[in-house]
């Protein structure tokens, strides 16, 4: 009878602890996930972000080229804000344009963060090149 | 006897079931790897706009480009170094063209 009660005591303690493991486990599991998924989101985010800026001239793709529309653009913060969530980014995103000739800031878009993930590309604008960074 | 057994099963599996659930690592794979080449391709595209007129420009021009873009570089124009910022070996290298006075020079940029 005592060893029965002792068996019993124990498988129960046993399933406790499966049980306790699995929630913690599956709890772990899913913040790693949404972890990676913002990084992800994150990293596309830009990646969308920088190629539609840069190569939204007809036959540009994957080539820096800038148009006179998107100057207009960057020229007023609230059209851009508009274009982002035309593009359904809903991050902050910082955007910088810098004359690399002289290290001139053209624009600046958004306020710098602590993490983040940042593109870059120099494009050729009106006789001179321009860098583009985008921090997501 | 028989109850005997059945406990050690019964600890046996709970042993092995909780080393499973402890020693497995969901891994989420994905590749972001290339951006950094795709965006330093379409920036050296940007050379052609300025017609470089000599090698010198050509390597003004490329070291400029891979300063601002990469965080480790090496710049080769023609197999002759033209800019660094490090000293390792980089295995990683984008290579391109640009034709002055009609003579192909060749620029490889040795990126981490």
Redesign the interface.
């Known amino acids: 009878m005592l060893?029965?009660s002792v068996?019993l005591i124990?498988?129960l303690t046993?399933c406790t602890?499966?049980f306790i493991?699995?929630i913690s486990?599956v709890g772990n599991?899913y913040n790693?996930?949404r972890e990676?998924?913002y990084l992800?989101r994150k990293?596309y985010e830009g990646?969308v972000l920088?190629k539609s800026l840069?190569?939204s001239q007809t036959f540009s793709n994957?080539?820096?080229n800038i148009t006179d529309n998107l100057i207009y653009y960057l020229s007023d913060p609230s059209s851009f804000y508009e274009y982002m969530k035309s593009l359904g980014i809903r991050d902050n995103v910082s955007l910088e344009v810098i004359d690399?000739?002289d290290g001139k800031l053209l624009f600046k878009i958004g306020e710098k963060r602590d993490n983040f993930l940042e593109?870059?590309?120099?494009?050729?604008y009106n006789g001179s090149?321009y860098?583009f960074s985008i921090k997501v | 006897m028989r109850?005997?057994f059945?406990?050690i099963l019964?600890?046996t599996i709970?042993i092995l079931?909780?080393y499973l659930?402890?020693s497995?690592k969901?891994n989420?794979y994905?590749d972001?790897r290339g951006?950094r080449e795709?965006?330093l391709?379409?920036?050296l595209?940007?050379i052609n706009?300025?017609y470089p007129s000599n090698v010198t420009y050509l390597e003004d021009?490329s070291c400029?480009?891979a300063s601002?873009?990469l965080d480790y570089y090496k710049v080769f124009v023609n197999g002759s170094l033209a800019c660094n910022n490090t000293d390792e070996d980089l295995r990683n290298s984008i290579r391109t063209f640009y034709i002055i006075n009609g003579t192909p020079i060749f620029v490889e940029i040795f990126l981490k």
């Open positions: 060893i029965k068996e124990l498988v046993i602890l499966i493991l699995s486990f599991s790693s996930f990676e998924l992800l990293f990646r920088i840069t190569e994957k080539t820096c690399i000739s593109f870059r590309r120099v494009c050729y090149l860098l | 109850s005997n059945l406990l019964e600890v709970a079931f909780i659930l402890l497995y969901p989420f994905y972001i951006f795709e965006d391709l379409s920036s595209i940007s706009y300025l021009y400029q480009i601002n873009i």
